[in-house]
């Protein structure tokens, strides 16, 4: 059971979509319970990871080894530390929930619709566990053709457009990714004269500072597509506001998280000369702090709520790469937690938004306003979502914002700087948006009529705003399972920084429990 | 000495002429069948020779030991690559007769020579394959032109099929004159016709000689025709178009595949002393055909004129292979070949099996709204779609994975970009495709004619596509195999 517990996660919604195709299309009530039973099955299979997981250790856990391609080396090689932890368990709750949120949401095509979102679940988790880069582009890949029918059919007026969109960008970064890492495959065959595609093994292989950068920049296409950073990122004000409610929940909680996490685990530990590179880092600093600045400054311009939101992941993603870029403990492991807390917030904006969207049938921020004095417990927790967001302290953001703050100042106290001119940014739209819609008095008289939650909708978004207090009250448990990863990246880049700064290296505690438990 | 037809002949021919036997044999048995009803006993026979084809590629595999058999003086051998490449013909021929039968029937047009002609051809091919010789490759591959020629036009009522084969004809009876000019100077060079001593005469030689890039122009030209790779393409989407659609799905992969196996086979051995010469010729057509064969797919409505489009820009990846000229690039183009003939078929197949008030229906929007009539093929056109544009979990992308990693191991870095680019711009229109099944309701849907041989031809091709991509060991070793022999 706990050797093969990462297969398990992935393959429960595999298995129960196949088992969903044999109920009749007719039975939509079945199809829909059959769907969130598997959706909360997929949760609980991930519980006994919390458990199991050893937080002194600094390799990666519940490893399952098998080979699968001799002739190729490619192997079906699976792995987790505390990242990819994080990333799995938020995987499986946006999953359930997206799931639950679409209840009412979808009628038309119901078992396709559950069938797609049950597949993109397990290739979500393949991407978060897959330690070969094979299979992990195998996992990357299979993701983007659930998520084109989740936008192109259940979307709203521009679904096609979006979603080919969605699919062509972030497959043109994919090919890309899949040639530089063909020749990190080689370069290791030359060198060892053995093909593997593990990633341990391709991280041994050494490369000269020229390839180096020029691999880099062929991960860095995929990454930062999915991301996305800026300029690359206009796939996603039309994915996001196009996608149903479910599929933007998605997007935002998990998909974008990816290129995050591909950064983190593959970019850089693999090309670590590259990352150490000034001019590299310097090009992407200034890429997120112009996607930081800029996302910010069109979200203030949005008069449609969905895109406004979208805008906002745009900015927030910036702070995320920034935190990354600087590349020491405080700033690796914030930019990581903030991935996580954009996955908590972000779908609770969307949520509310889709929630609104099901009562109105319109997006514009300028039909509403005054809605608080209607709807009490909604505005209450739009309003959590909206602090979260914004970085507000006692939520989660605050505490996200403030580790890449540390980090990216200790890099360069400019970074910084403009980062905080975003963080004023962002709390000026995020209010602004609340103001409009939630404060005053109801001047469009549609929402005379409009009924508060309903306890379903209530529950959805209760184990997120959850979420948000707990990183926001007590990020500890967080930060330790983010310090190992974080200082393994960081004395990959830059061998002995822990040295040179004077801070003792969380991998030598790792270390000396490892031989304390030995003997 | 008069040279005697010994065991090792006859055990080296046996493909070749268990496909003609059982060729004239379906000949003389539709005479007999006086019931039109029963003409599917040809198509029976067919398959039956398919069989006995089948149990005699294998004894060729299992007696392959390392080595070459050589028969009939050296003319025809068996080696992996002739193994590797009957297999192909052999599936490719079972597909297509598999999905004829209907097809035939409601057209009108069911007769024992449209078999006895697919037979033929794979005889032809199969001699390509084996022949270690000029003549005898140029009678294998006149041998399947011929047979096309006619196939193409086979529905000899409709106007479209006979533009088809006299275009057909015409630029093919053109380019087998250039392909066989060229090998009359290699000839010429070396006074023999055996691939071996061409070999070792054209190793004499400076590349530059303008006797061999002489030679080597018209021999290109001549196998560009062949492959259909820019700028010798033309014929292709009206030959796709017009002929009957199996036969497009036949000639798509069949004829593709035994072109690639002459080329390789002239570029391998006796030319390739000269690659140098070549490798920036063969490169520059790759690049061509990708370009223009996905920029015309773009905007094309029918699908048989979209496949025959992006047929040319598959030939373009497949030429990279040998722009490679590596290990890895060659059994790119073995494995690519083989997995190209499932999805092709399959995306056909679902094609033939559409009509219209008894015509045929074969517009991209045809296919709208698959989904809500028939969600078992509507998944499988997904995954066909997916492995041609060459995405994971699909076979189509082992493909594109060798042709990448032969390019970069040869050190073609900006080739293996434009060809992932391509990619991104090939899954563009095989997207309309999806988006036509998926995301648009039809206000007039064709029916479905889906006949046993159908489903099963469809079924087996879906599930190869995806079964070859969770366990290509078996297909990737044969392919190895094949890449060696080919290289000496």
């Given at each position: 059971?706990?050797?093969?517990?990462?297969?398990?996660?992935?393959?429960?919604?595999?298995?129960?979509?196949?088992?969903?195709?044999?109920?009749?299309?007719?039975?939509?009530?079945?199809?829909?319970?059959?769907?969130?039973?598997?959706?909360?099955?997929?949760?609980?299979?991930?519980?006994?990871?919390?458990?199991?997981?050893?937080?002194?250790?600094?390799?990666?856990?519940?490893?399952?080894?098998?080979?699968?391609?001799?002739?190729?080396?490619?192997?079906?090689?699976?792995?987790?530390?505390?990242?990819?932890?994080?990333?799995?368990?938020?995987?499986?709750?946006?999953?359930?929930?997206?799931?639950?949120?679409?209840?009412?949401?979808?009628?038309?095509?119901?078992?396709?619709?559950?069938?797609?979102?049950?597949?993109?679940?397990?290739?979500?988790?393949?991407?978060?566990?897959?330690?070969?880069?094979?299979?992990?582009?195998?996992?990357?890949?299979?993701?983007l053709v659930p998520m084109y029918f989740i936008i192109g059919i259940w979307g709203s007026a521009r679904r096609t457009y979006a979603a080919i969109k969605f699919f062509l960008y972030t497959l043109a970064g994919s090919v890309l990714m899949l040639l530089?890492?063909?020749?990190?495959?080689?370069?290791?065959?030359?060198?060892?004269?053995?093909?593997?595609?593990?990633?341990?093994?391709?991280?041994?292989?050494?490369?000269?500072?020229?390839?180096?950068?020029?691999?880099?920049?062929?991960?860095?296409?995929?990454?930062?597509?999915?991301?996305?950073?800026?300029?690359?990122?206009?796939?996603?004000?039309?994915?996001?506001?196009?996608?149903?409610?479910?599929?933007?929940?998605?997007?935002?909680?998990?998909?974008?998280?990816?290129?995050?996490?591909?950064?983190?685990?593959?970019?850089?530990?693999?090309?670590?000369?590259?990352?150490?590179?000034?001019?590299?880092?310097?090009?992407?600093?200034?890429?997120?702090?112009?996607?930081?600045?800029?996302?910010?400054?069109?979200?203030?311009?949005?008069?449609?709520?969905?895109?406004?939101?979208?805008?906002?992941?745009?900015?927030?993603?910036?702070?995320?790469?920034?935190?990354?870029?600087?590349?020491?403990?405080?700033?690796?492991?914030?930019?990581?937690?903030?991935?996580?807390?954009?996955?908590?917030?972000?779908?609770?904006?969307?949520?509310?938004?889709?929630?609104?969207?099901?009562?109105?049938?319109?997006?514009?921020?300028?039909?509403?306003?005054?809605?608080?004095?209607?709807?009490?417990?909604?505005?209450?927790?739009?309003?959590?979502?909206?602090?979260?967001?914004?970085?507000?302290?006692?939520?989660?953001?605050?505490?996200?914002?403030?580790?890449?703050?540390?980090?990216?100042?200790?890099?360069?106290?400019?970074?910084?700087?403009?980062?905080?001119?975003?963080?004023?940014?962002?709390?000026?739209?995020?209010?602004?948006?609340?103001?409009?819609?939630?404060?005053?008095?109801?001047?469009?008289?549609?929402?005379?009529?409009?009924?508060?939650?309903?306890?379903?909708?209530?529950?959805?978004?209760?184990?997120?705003?959850?979420?948000?207090?707990?990183?926001?009250?007590?990020?500890?448990?967080?930060?330790?399972?983010?310090?190992?990863?974080?200082?393994?990246?960081?004395?990959?880049?830059?061998?002995?920084?822990?040295?040179?700064?004077?801070?003792?290296?969380?991998?030598?505690?790792?270390?000396?429990?490892?031989?304390?438990?030995?003997? | 000495m008069i040279p005697q037809f010994t065991a090792t002949d006859f055990f080296v021919l046996k493909p070749i002429l268990l496909l003609s036997l059982f060729g004239c044999g379906i000949l003389i048995l539709d005479f007999l069948i006086k019931d039109p009803r029963m003409r599917w006993w040809n198509a029976m026979t067919a398959l039956l020779g398919e069989i006995m084809t089948g149990v005699a590629i294998w004894q060729h595999q299992q007696d392959l030991g390392g080595a070459a058999i050589q028969g009939l003086g050296g003319a025809i051998v068996v080696d992996g690559f002739s193994v590797f490449f009957n297999w192909l013909f052999l599936g490719a021929a079972s597909l297509a007769i598999l999905i004829s039968v209907t097809y035939l029937e409601i057209e009108g047009e069911h007769r024992g020579e449209y078999y006895a002609l697919m037979l033929f051809a794979q005889a032809g091919m199969a001699a390509m394959a084996q022949g270690y010789e000029l003549v005898t490759l140029f009678i294998g591959l006149e041998l399947m032109a011929l047979s096309f020629y006619v196939l193409v036009g086979f529905l000899r009522d409709e106007k479209r099929a006979n533009e088809a084969a006299i275009k057909y004809v015409l630029l093919g009876a053109f380019s087998s004159g250039v392909l066989v000019y060229g090998f009359s100077i290699l000839y010429g060079i070396s006074g023999s016709t055996d691939l071996r001593q061409i070999a070792a005469a054209v190793a004499q030689r400076e590349p530059t000689d303008p006797v061999m890039i002489l030679a080597l122009v018209t021999l290109s030209v001549g196998l560009f025709f062949k492959i259909s790779a820019v700028p010798f393409h033309m014929w292709a989407p009206d030959a796709y178009e017009g002929a009957p659609t199996p036969i497009t799905a036949y000639l798509s992969v069949a004829s593709k595949a035994a072109s690639f196996a002459l080329m390789l086979r002239i570029f391998l051995v006796p030319l390739w002393s000269a690659r140098e010469l070549w490798i920036p010729a063969l490169a520059v057509v790759a690049l061509a055909s990708m370009t223009l064969g996905n920029i015309a797919a773009l905007t094309q409505s029918n699908m048989k004129r979209l496949i025959a489009y992006?047929?040319?820009?598959?030939?373009?990846?497949?030429?990279?292979?040998?722009?490679?000229?590596?290990?890895?690039?060659?059994?790119?183009?073995?494995?690519?070949?083989?997995?190209?003939?499932?999805?092709?078929?399959?995306?056909?197949?679902?094609?033939?099996?559409?009509?219209?008030?008894?015509?045929?229906?074969?517009?991209?929007?045809?296919?709208?709204?698959?989904?809500?009539?028939?969600?078992?093929?509507?998944?499988?056109?997904?995954?066909?779609?997916?492995?041609?544009?060459?995405?994971?979990?699909?076979?189509?992308?082992?493909?594109?994975?060798?042709?990448?990693?032969?390019?970069?191991?040869?050190?073609?870095?900006?080739?293996?970009?434009?060809?992932?680019?391509?990619?991104?711009?090939?899954?563009y229109y095989y997207f309309r495709i999806v988006r036509a099944i998926f995301l648009s309701d039809a206000a007039d849907p064709p029916t479905f004619h889906l006949s046993r041989g159908v489903k099963l031809a469809t079924v087996a091709s879906g599930v190869l596509t995806l079964l070859i991509f969770f366990y290509p060991e078996p297909i990737l070793s044969l392919a190895a195999d094949s890449v060696l022999l080919a290289l000496r």
């Open positions: 059971m706990k050797q093969h517990i990462l297969s398990i996660i992935w393959l429960t919604p595999l298995v129960g979509m196949l088992l969903l195709l044999f109920i009749p299309k007719e039975n939509k009530q079945l199809i829909r319970l059959f769907a969130n039973i598997v959706g909360a099955l997929g949760m609980a299979v991930c519980l006994p990871l919390v458990f199991w997981f050893d937080n002194s250790i600094a390799d990666f856990q519940f490893v399952e080894r098998a080979s699968w391609i001799p002739s190729l080396g490619v192997e079906y090689y699976l792995g987790i530390d505390g990242v990819a932890l994080l990333l799995i368990v938020l995987t499986a709750l946006i999953g359930f929930l997206s799931i639950w949120c679409s209840w009412n949401a979808i009628q038309e095509r119901t078992k396709e619709y559950y069938a797609f979102l049950l597949f993109l679940q397990a290739g979500m988790m393949g991407v978060f566990m897959a330690l070969d880069l094979f299979l992990f582009y195998v996992f990357w890949e299979v993701m530089a890492m063909l020749t990190l495959y080689f370069l290791h065959f030359q060198q060892f004269n053995e093909y593997s595609f593990a990633l341990e093994d391709l991280m041994r292989t050494t490369i000269d500072p020229t390839t180096q950068i020029w691999l880099f920049w062929g991960f860095f296409f995929a990454f930062a597509i999915k991301v996305p950073m800026f300029p690359f990122h206009t796939w996603l004000p039309d994915a996001h506001t196009e996608a149903p409610t479910a599929g933007s929940v998605i997007l935002a909680g998990v998909l974008l998280k990816m290129g995050l996490y591909g950064l983190f685990r593959f970019s850089f530990p693999l090309l670590p000369g590259a990352a150490a590179d000034d001019s590299t880092v310097e090009i992407l600093a200034a890429l997120s702090i112009i996607a930081i600045i800029y996302g910010a400054l069109v979200s203030l311009m949005q008069k449609d709520w969905k895109k406004l939101v979208a805008y906002s992941s745009v900015s927030h993603l910036g702070f995320c790469t920034l935190g990354l870029i600087a590349l020491n403990p405080a700033g690796v492991s914030g930019g990581m937690l903030q991935g996580i807390n954009h996955g908590l917030s972000t779908p609770l904006l969307f949520l509310a938004v889709g929630i609104m969207y099901e009562r109105r049938h319109t997006r514009e921020i300028a039909e509403y306003g005054g809605l608080a004095t209607r709807m009490p417990v909604y505005a209450a927790l739009f309003g959590i979502a909206v602090f979260a967001s914004a970085g507000i302290p006692g939520l989660n953001g605050f505490i996200g914002e403030f580790a890449i703050l540390r980090g990216a100042f200790e890099k360069d106290p400019y970074w910084a700087a403009f980062a905080v001119v975003g963080i004023v940014l962002g709390v000026a739209y995020l209010l602004w948006l609340f103001q409009r819609i939630m404060l005053g008095s109801i001047t469009n008289p549609k929402n005379e009529t409009v009924p508060d939650l309903s306890p379903r909708e209530i529950l959805i978004m209760l184990p997120l705003v959850a979420g948000c207090f707990w990183i926001g009250l007590y990020p500890k448990p967080f930060f330790d399972l983010l310090e190992k990863p974080a200082a393994k990246l960081v004395e990959r880049v830059q061998p002995g920084y822990f040295e040179r700064a004077g801070i003792p290296n969380p991998l030598d505690k790792a270390k000396q429990v490892a031989e304390l438990t030995k003997e | 992006s047929s040319i820009s598959h030939a373009g990846y497949m030429l990279l292979g040998l722009v490679a000229a590596n290990e890895t690039g060659l059994q790119g183009i073995a494995v690519y070949l083989f997995v190209y003939m499932f999805m092709n078929f399959g995306v056909l197949t679902v094609v033939a099996a559409m009509r219209r008030e008894g015509q045929p229906a074969e517009e991209v929007d045809d296919l709208s709204g698959l989904m809500a009539r028939h969600p078992g093929y509507a998944i499988l056109m997904l995954i066909f779609m997916l492995s041609l544009a060459g995405i994971p979990p699909t076979a189509g992308f082992l493909g594109k994975y060798y042709i990448f990693l032969g390019l970069i191991e040869a050190g073609h870095y900006l080739l293996a970009v434009a060809g992932a680019l391509y990619v991104a711009v090939a899954a």
